[in-house]
């Protein structure tokens, strides 16, 4: 099993609805969780982390997390065109070590 | 955050030569990591560079393939070594916000293709 997974995608969603990015992670002892978005020939940006159980909102973006599923979740309210790029799942495995997930390839359709 | 400067920016090299990636940082910072994306990837960690230490390395990288230097906290580089076309990637420097442990902050990317 893949330490960070997520679905490649791509993921299409009409301008203005919910896109929904999920991951799954192997380590039960990691305890914290970011998703980095990155445009097509830029470098990673942070967006949201969580570290507790259940919901954290920020703007149009909200975190979810489920560590006793090992599931972690984005969702983009009222979706925009400027939100299609690559969504990257991070976790830190093994101590200091941050691993990504392959990226969902999030595409808005205007 | 930090402000990280990555050169070169982009190189073409020939088969069996050597790059080497600079990386500064503009403020000391304990551990620096070396990430490769390869085209249409997710970003595989390399090694982590310590400051006054070996760097630590990931399984399938290695040292003589991708020696890295760490002179002083706020900059580092990384070597890729007798380069193959398999090398051809993106190579990006990052460290962490000491604030946020698992926040990083990347360089602007080194997108390296090898002939």
């Known amino acids: 099993q893949k330490e960070v997974e997520q679905n490649s995608g791509p993921l299409s969603v009409p301008e203005g609805a919910i896109a929904s990015l999920n991951c799954t992670y192997s380590?039960?002892?990691?305890?914290?969780f970011f998703w980095y978005r990155q445009y097509s020939g830029k470098s990673p940006e942070l967006i949201m982390f969580i570290y507790s159980n259940g919901d954290k909102e920020d703007g149009r973006f909200t975190a979810q997390l489920n560590k006793a599923s090992q599931y972690v979740s984005l969702l983009i309210r009222d979706s925009q065109p400027s939100d299609s790029a690559t969504y990257l799942c991070?976790?830190?495995?093994?101590?200091?070590?941050?691993?990504f997930g392959k990226g969902t390839r999030l595409h808005i359709l205007p | 955050s930090a402000v990280i400067s990555q050169k070169p920016s982009r190189d073409i090299c020939q088969r069996g030569t050597s790059l080497t990636i600079q990386c500064q940082v503009d403020?000391?910072?304990?551990?620096m990591f070396w990430y490769r994306q390869q085209p249409g990837q997710s970003l595989t960690l390399i090694a982590t560079?310590?400051?006054?230490?070996?760097?630590?390395?990931e399984s399938g990288f290695v040292i003589d393939k991708f020696p890295i230097s760490r002179p002083n906290l706020t900059f580092s580089t990384l070597t890729v070594s007798n380069m193959s076309p398999e090398d051809s990637s993106i190579y990006l420097c990052s460290v962490e916000d000491p604030g946020v442990p698992g926040e990083l902050f990347f360089g602007e990317g080194s997108r390296l293709t090898v002939l």
């Open positions: 380590d039960r002892g990691s305890q914290s």
């Open positions: 560079a310590n400051q006054g230490s070996e760097a630590t390395y």
């Open positions: 403020s000391q910072v304990t551990m």
């Open positions: 991070a976790v830190p495995c093994r101590g200091d070590k941050i691993i």
